[in-house]
């Protein structure tokens, strides 16, 4: 058999082909659309604004549902510890919700890595607390709404501003600001928005 004919028939058969070394796939994602020109209108459109603590994450194979090029996205299991925003679903302080995000790594039985990351947007830690903006997921869960302005790292006293949002005129520029004049901020956007 020649080898032209033997790699045809592990293409067709699916049969790995041992005799090469596996390759690595690595994509960069940024498919998120551009958010909102400042934090009221974001806070409006989000479905979900809450306070968070992350519990688990998971790296999985990308839902066939879930829209975009990335082959693997990261599960964030959190637990709202201030709802800030949107009651839909049953969310309520001190529940579980799933984020998911289109980026991970993921190693398939053949040995191939595949990557996707959004350099932009906040990786979300075990442990860790944030304020998130989230839409819904056709397929359930949510997901962060405009991408990285979607999730704020809480450190320390303060939060970490997402390039992205920075020109918005709370931030002025800013790549961190007072934990509790953000949290005022949004809290008083809540009260503004009953």
Do not use: C
């Amino acid at each position: 058999m020649t080898h032209h004919l033997a790699l045809f028939l592990m293409a067709v058969l699916q049969v790995p082909n041992t005799a090469q070394q596996p390759s690595d796939g690595y994509m960069t994602v940024t498919d998120y659309k551009a958010p909102p020109p400042s934090l009221e209108q974001t806070f409006v459109v989000a479905a979900i604004v809450a306070r968070v603590a992350s519990v688990h994450e998971l790296v999985r194979q990308k839902t066939p549902a879930r829209e975009g090029p990335s082959p693997v996205e990261t599960v964030y299991t959190v637990r709202i510890i201030e709802l800030l925003k949107g009651s839909e679903r049953g969310v309520t302080q001190n529940t579980t919700i799933e984020i998911t995000v289109p980026v991970g790594t993921l190693v398939d039985p053949q040995g191939r890595r595949q990557t996707a990351n959004a350099p932009a947007l906040a990786k979300i830690t075990p442990g860790n607390e944030y304020v998130v903006f989230l839409e819904p997921l056709p397929d359930g869960g949510y997901g962060p709404a405009y991408g990285s302005a979607g999730i704020f790292p809480l450190v320390g006293n303060s939060v970490s501003v997402p390039e992205t949002v920075r020109r918005w005129s709370v931030f002025a520029g800013q790549e961190n600001v007072s934990r509790a004049g953000f949290l005022t901020e949004l809290r008083r956007l809540r009260t503004q928005s009953k």
